[in-house]
């Protein structure tokens, strides 16, 4: 009987879901905006290089605005160990300087609890129907933040979406402000670029196509009751572009980084770009005041510490190298003079060192 009720809510949110798709790209009926960003005549100014929003008056002294990080993953090995890492770094950093970081959940999208579920505080979220995402497993990262906002009691009143592969390299303050979200800008987000394309999911009766944000929905800090009215969009705009093959062939693998992006602007959220949110070795080479290392790219070295990016080092990480069996304790460190960034590998030996049950 409870497996019944359960089916059957499930079903009928997705289906309120995509009755809200349809009202989202009718031209008839265009998005109402019932959750504005600042207006003009918000007591905020702007930096013109990044759109940071410098605050004319401040809040209560002392008063720190949480933030409730949340990272979307499979049960798969290659998303596991990159979120054991990953919450390993956030616990040595939530209670230092200046951090405002909450609570953290991994949100599973693969139906059903796994060994994990005492290590890392977990929300069990479905996947999507079978067939639906159609090989591209990241659909299912918008439906799981539905399902988590829907369902789960979170505390704080901002949300950082994150990833397996971010680790945390120092406390993180809330960088949102004024009623903008935070988010790091993509370079190969370019919503000028595609603007033919956009205008199916985003209107001309919405506004200028640089109402889209160059970002995708990591990492973004955003507030909670915001992202409740993001997250349905987003998820339904994500399955018309991949349904449609001039946005699917266009976007390609981040197709749902643009989903979110127009979805942000649908609801009228705007973004700080904060281009200090993280790095990307090995491209970027110095930490400097960044919060996050995200490590999509392989980073490639010779023994004089020379990157030999396109061809396979002699010294080299790449997380793709561990698709199927978890990394081992104590990786191989990378030769002198490369750069700080891809000391990486230091903090993933740490966590390995201290994470009961390693490779288990």
Known sequence: MGCGNLFFTTLITFSVAL?????????????????????????????????????????????????????????????????RVMYYWFKKFKEGPNSEMGGFTRILHSGKP?????EIPTFVAQPLPAGMDQGYIVLNRPWAFVQWLQKADIKEDYILMSEPDHIIVKPI????????????PFFYIEPKKYESVL????????????????????????????????????????????????????????????AYAVSSALHGVGNILYKDFMIQPPWDTEIGKKFIIHYTYGCDYNLKGELTYGKIGEWRFDKR????????????????????????????????????????
């Not at 930096?47 to 933030?67: A, H, N, T, W, Y």
């Not at 796994?114 to 005492?118: E, G």
């Not at 303050?173 to 790091?184: D, E, I, K, T, V």
């Open 199 to 258: 205008r199916k999911y985003f209107p001309k009766e919405n506004g200028p196509i640089t109402k889209i944000d160059p970002i995708g929905n990591s990492p973004v800090i955003v507030g909670k009751e915001a992202l409740k009215k993001i997250a349905p969009t987003w998820m339904n705009v994500s399955l018309a572009m991949k349904k449609d093959p001039e946005t699917d062939k266009a976007f390609g693998w981040v197709l749902e980084m643009y």
């Open 114 to 118: 796994d060994q994990y579920m005492d």
């Open 321 to 360: 190298s561990y698709d199927r069996v978890a990394p081992p304790r104590n990786l191989p460190l990378p030769p002198p003079g490369v750069p700080e960034s891809v000391t990486l590998v230091k903090m993933v030996n740490e966590a390995t060192a201290n994470i009961p049950n390693w490779g288990s």
């Open 173 to 184: 303050p809330n960088l949102s402000r004024g009623g903008f979200g935070a988010a790091f």
């Open 19 to 83: 009755i809200t798709y349809n009202i989202i790209i009718s031209a008839n009926a265009p998005l109402k905006q019932d959750f504005p960003g600042p207006s003009r005549t918000s007591s905020i100014s702007m930096d013109p290089v990044i759109q940071m929003p410098v605050e004319k008056s401040k809040g209560k002294s002392g008063s720190k605005r949480l933030f409730h990080t949340a990272v979307t993953a499979s049960d798969s090995v290659y998303n596991t160990w990159q979120c």
